[in-house]
């Protein structure tokens, strides 16, 4: 996979993550560009489409499009249901995500992808893997929180 | 503003984000990130030492605006100090940073590698996850380098824990895309291919991709992993749904692992072992019957994952293109998709049988979709489905239903999307030609096109009719009485015109014998378009009214009197009256045997590829229809070969025969293909001509230049009052890239501006260029530039030609320098001690192997310059071998694809004489000739 966007239907960008370096501008000309291909695509027309040297495989979600750049050779229903799966990850640690808890969040919904997807290739499958990571994470950050309100409480003292 | 979930609340954070997200207006918003970003540069600039946690939050912040779109220029040291914090969630920010904003300020990137060796060697899994994700994430040449090296090792530990085995093989697999030439092969290689065998199905489905992305450059190496990819699969897809736990997704078992080991065995071709070769046919059955059986769910995520593994498997068997009878049923699964009521499967279906229309076995099986493909065509909705349509249409057709997909085709043309309709126009005009029994189809069907589409119509497209045309005298006078009669219409489009000129102009005398198409009828036809058309189009007419002197002498005088006229023999455009008034005298002045001569009819033309292919071609990417032609070259060995046995001056062109290169890969491979320029000047002389392709000689200064380069990589490679091309480049063992630079020093545009590089077919076959066109516009003052990727398959003695054309206000320039890739640029050096040297200098003793020249020095001779130039040229230059101190010695390996080669060379320097004796020893002839050679030049 090239790169993955999500994108709001105003075409706020809420999240992109890039597999192959390209400059800040490319980034931002892509993005722009494949907003546009994609938002004025009708429900109901297929899932797939050519875009310059890459297919595109998008999917939306409420109010979110899913946008994963894929190559010539990779395999677009797959693809389909990997966006699938990185929402019911989000899903299942958000509890019904919406759009709203990805823009405050939005650190959050980088780790769990960088949990689920390395260098454009899947890294777990197992919703259960991914999901044990990230709340390993989590609690890892609890850990780390109280001995700050402790040495908090004692400068009080 | 929903309350934060989980794990640490950065309150500071949520406020500012909700502070945004209140913005009424684009300015409030960059209000109060100016206002933010001043008070964090405060922050961090304050006396006050912050602790990780605001640090953190501040940090976050930065990322949140650059994430915005915003830029972000401090804050970086911030974050890379988060890094070798020991505090998971502060390092876990810190590592995002710099993931998303990571520059390649070198300073910086020092202290990130050592922050993240630091946690590589922590044995902590969780802090070598996060290492490897920044590594993976930022996956820079530097990384590359410094990291390369330790991660096989961390992936086939025995102690490595399997989320990070996991972590540690995708990250070289990244490392692998940017930088092949930093991860080295080794011992490691083996112990990755039996990761296929891991219990763990997350390291298993991690290594695949890792071993797929490998194995598609060295198949060699991994050959190993076919028969456990195989035993693998088989392994899934004989498991019950539930049997992998987690692994299954609604209800199909391993659907990721299943499609990445059918891309993995897609690197391959069939396996030899009959048992292995067994079980896969097996697997692959299975997976064709499971398509039949009723679905487990009616989720469509289960109808998905199943037909993701589907459509993997077949293609694994287009790949093999082995098993007939595979293929057949992998056409009927295809056909039943075709009429599937989910858009995505008829579209998967469309693609999938495109490929399967080139295999001989399911040709005629997929053929019999037709119908449904023509239905496809009128009854989508979705653009990007009729246009698998057309495609798909494409690769089917041949002699038998050609007539058919023509007429359809030309039908949908009438209605199809703008966006495509260049494409169209271009697949008819190709089946047309290349389908073609009967040439009056092939002339109606591209009046048609031009009818329909005119605007579509590329100059290719209308060169191409005139071709055929003029090389095919049985169909000149049907083109003739055609055009003639598609030019009555009251609206017809220029290039009708264009067409209809040129061939009236030709062969208008076939038709004059009727009444109705008099000479002089046909003349006022052709003349109350001229108002109406471009100034090329009228320069071609002007060409046409000449042509009829000469063919109709009764109507020279109503000709002259045209040409005569104000209107054109002062005319504003230069062209035109420099015509009006060159014709006007030609009539006027030449007898008429010098006019017969001088306006004989046009010789047939030499046969050559299509450009309508070669344009096709550009616009799809070279590989999809080089397969679909070279494998129907194949199959219709008898297409049209009756061109053959017609007489000589049409045999010529009409229709590329089965035995010519099609593609016409081997004349010009890296062409850009360039439609000719349009010179209104030229256009009915030399319209097809190869005047515009023709490569110049080498430009002046070209080989001094080119000498110039074989020790150093930057520079000017050429310069005159317009253009300056700059070099610079880089090489890697057999790998290298060049970064050419054109600039324009004029204030003028370029225009059509095409460089190409032209590559002899011996050259070619040592030597792999790859680039892209450029932009055909160059502003005045501005520069291009062109990156060619090189690849060294085997040593080499030519260079390549680096040819340039382009016009430049009314004149057109053509430029054709060598491009400095020498041998030599592959070159590693090696040190090596004196003793080495001499033992191998023997070794290599063989008269083969050595090639000397004496010469006279061109420079003065200076110990340091010779030195530079011994290194610039790739080889170490060894001190103290030689036991004459005046002399140099060099040693080094030139890295090809195939082969390496060990070379050793001697300069010994003779200052009163002022001459050099070199010696070059290696294990290759050719090698030691070519680099005396390109050595000699230097001194």
């Known amino acids: ?157 | 503003m929903p309350a934060v979930s989980k794990g640490d609340g950065m309150r500071g954070l949520a406020v500012f984000i909700s502070d945004i997200r209140n913005c009424k207006s684009k300015e409030a918003e960059i209000k109060r990130i100016n206002k933010e970003l001043a008070n964090i540069r405060s922050k961090f600039k304050g006396d006050k030492a912050l602790d990780g946690y605001s640090k953190k939050k501040y940090v976050c912040k930065l990322l949140f605006i650059f994430l915005l779109g915003h830029d972000i220029d401090f804050g970086h040291m911030e974050a890379v100090n988060l890094l070798s914090s020991n505090r998971y969630t502060e390092k876990q920010i810190g590592y995002l940073f710099i993931s998303v904003l990571v520059n390649s300020n070198s300073e910086l990137i020092r202290l990130i590698n050592n922050a993240i060796k630091n946690d590589l060697a922590s044995r902590n899994p969780t802090f070598m996850g996060l290492a490897l994700h920044c590594i993976a994430n930022v996956g820079s040449r530097e990384m590359a380098e410094a990291f390369a090296g330790e991660i096989p090792k961390i992936l086939v530990a025995g102690d490595t824990m399997d989320s990070v085995k996991q972590s540690a093989a995708l990250c070289l697999l990244r490392l692998y895309r940017t930088s092949p030439d930093f991860v080295p092969m080794g011992d490691w290689t083996s112990r990755v291919v039996h990761l296929l065998n891991d219990q763990h199905l997350g390291v298993v489905t991690a290594a695949t991709s890792l071993i797929t992305t490998l194995a598609q450059k060295n198949p060699e190496e991994f050959k190993t992993s076919v028969s456990l990819a195989v035993s693998r699969l088989s392994r899934i897809v004989t498991s019950a749904s539930t049997d992998l736990q987690d692994y299954t997704y609604y209800f199909v078992p391993a659907p990721w692992l299943s499609v990445k080991l059918l891309r993995l065995l897609q690197c391959y071709p069939p396996p030899e072992d009959a048992a292995v070769r067994g079980r896969l046919t097996e697997c692959l059955e299975t997976i064709l019957n499971k398509a039949q059986e009723p679905p487990k769910s009616k989720k469509v995520q289960h109808s998905n994952a199943k037909n993701a593994v589907l459509f993997e498997a077949i293609s694994l068997i287009i790949h093999h293109d082995s098993e007939p009878n595979l293929l057949v049923r992998a056409c009927n699964q295809l056909g039943q998709f075709l009429q599937h009521r989910e858009t995505n499967l008829r579209y998967l279906a469309l693609e999938s049988m495109c490929t399967l229309a080139s295999s001989e076995f399911s040709h005629e099986a997929v053929k019999t979709h037709i119908e449904t493909v023509i239905n496809a065509l009128k009854t989508e909705r979705d653009v990007s489905v009729r246009q698998r349509a057309v495609d798909l249409l494409y690769a089917m057709c041949d002699r038998s239903n050609a007539q058919q997909i023509v007429a359809e085709m030309l039908n949908y043309l009438e209605t199809a999307d703008y966006s495509i309709r260049e494409e169209i126009v271009l697949k008819v005009a190709i089946l047309a030609e290349k389908y073609a029994v009967d040439y009056t189809w092939y002339v109606d069907t591209i009046l048609n096109l031009i009818r329909i589409a005119g605007d579509y119509v590329s100059e290719e497209v209308w060169y191409r009719v005139i071709q055929i045309v003029i090389n095919r005298d049985d169909v000149q006078g049907y083109a003739a009485k055609t055009v003639f009669e598609a030019l009555q219409a009251p609206a017809c489009h220029e290039n009708l015109v264009k067409v209809g000129g040129y061939i009236l102009g030709e062969f208008g005398n076939l038709i004059a014998g009727d009444p109705r198409s008099s000479p002089l009828i046909q003349f006022n036809l052709l003349h109350s378009k001229f108002h109406l058309c471009s100034v090329p189009t009228r320069a071609l007419l002007l060409s046409t009214y000449i042509k009829f002197v000469n063919l109709f002498p009764e109507i020279k005088t109503t000709i002259q009197d045209v040409l005569r006229s104000d209107s054109q023999l002062k005319n504003a455009d230069v062209e035109l009256q420099q015509r009006a008034v060159e014709y006007l005298r030609l009539s006027t002045i030449a007898s008429t045997d010098i006019l017969a001569t001088v306006l004989e009819e046009m010789p047939p033309f030499p046969e050559r590829e299509s450009s309508i292919l070669a344009k096709l071609k550009k616009k799809k990417g070279p590989g999809t229809v080089t397969d679909l032609e070279e494998i129907k070259k194949e199959r219709n060995s008898d297409v049209n070969g009756g061109t053959e046995s017609t007489p000589v001056n049409a045999s010529t062109v009409s229709t590329p025969s089965p035995s010519a290169d099609l593609l016409g890969l081997g004349a010009a491979p890296l062409t850009s293909s360039a439609p000719p320029p349009s010179t209104t000047g030229s256009l009915l002389v030399d319209v097809f001509s190869d005047s515009a392709s023709v490569v110049a000689p080498l430009a002046p200064g070209s080989e001094d230049n080119f000498a110039r380069f074989v020790c150093k990589n930057n520079g000017v490679l050429f310069e005159n009052q317009l253009l300056q091309i700059g070099l610079k480049s880089e090489f890697r063992q057999n790998l290298g890239r060049m970064f050419i630079f054109y600039g324009n020093k004029t204030s003028t545009q370029f225009l059509n501006f095409t460089p190409t590089l032209i590559c002899s077919d011996e050259l070619q076959s040592s030597l792999n260029l790859q680039t892209k066109p450029v932009d055909p516009t160059v502003d005045g003052g501005a520069q291009v530039q062109q990156v060619v990727n090189i690849e060294c398959i085997s040593d080499f003695m030519e260079a390549p030609i680096l040819n340039i054309q382009f016009r430049y206000g009314g004149t057109f320039q053509n430029i054709s320098v060598k491009l400095p890739i020498t041998l030599n640029k592959f070159f590693q050096p090696t040190e090596m001690a004196s003793q080495d040297f001499f033992q191998r200098w023997k070794q290599l003793s063989n008269p083969q192997q050595e090639m000397q020249n004496i010469f006279k020095a061109k420079h003065p001779m200076d110990t340091e310059i010779t030195k530079a130039k011994i290194i610039g040229f790739g080889s170490a230059l060894l001190e103290e071998v030689d036991p004459n101190p005046a002399n140099f010695v060099g040693a080094g390996i030139i890295h090809t694809k195939t082969t390496q080669i060990g070379c050793l060379l001697r300069l010994e320097p003779n200052l009163q004489a002022q001459m050099y004796r070199l010696t070059l020893r290696t294990s290759k002839e050719t090698v030691s000739q070519r680099l005396c050679e390109l050595l000699s030049e230097q001194f």
Not at chain 1, 50 to 73: H, N, P, T
Not at chain 1, 84 to 105: A, M, P, Q, T
């Open chain 1, 1 to 157: 996979m090239r790169f993955m966007l999500l994108f709001s239907r105003q075409g706020k960008l809420r999240l992109q993550k890039w597999y192959l370096a390209s400059s800040e501008k490319e980034k931002k000309k892509m993005v722009r560009e494949l907003m546009q291909v994609v938002l004025a695509r009708k429900p109901k027309m297929c899932s797939f489409l050519e875009w310059r040297d890459l297919k595109v495989v998008y999917k939306r979600y409420a109010s979110l499009y899913f946008c994963c750049a894929i190559e010539g050779q990779d395999n677009e229903l797959i693809t389909l249901e990997l966006i699938h799966r990185y929402v019911e990850l989000l899903d299942k640690y958000f509890g019904s995500v919406c759009e709203l808890d990805i823009i405050f969040n939005f650190e959050k919904a980088y780790f769990i992808l960088d949990e689920f997807l390395m260098g454009g290739e899947i890294q777990d499958t197992s919703k259960k893997s991914v999901l044990k990571a990230i709340e390993q994470a989590d609690l890892l950050q609890e850990e780390d929180e109280s001995p700050r309100s402790v040495l908090e409480e004692m400068g009080l003292a």
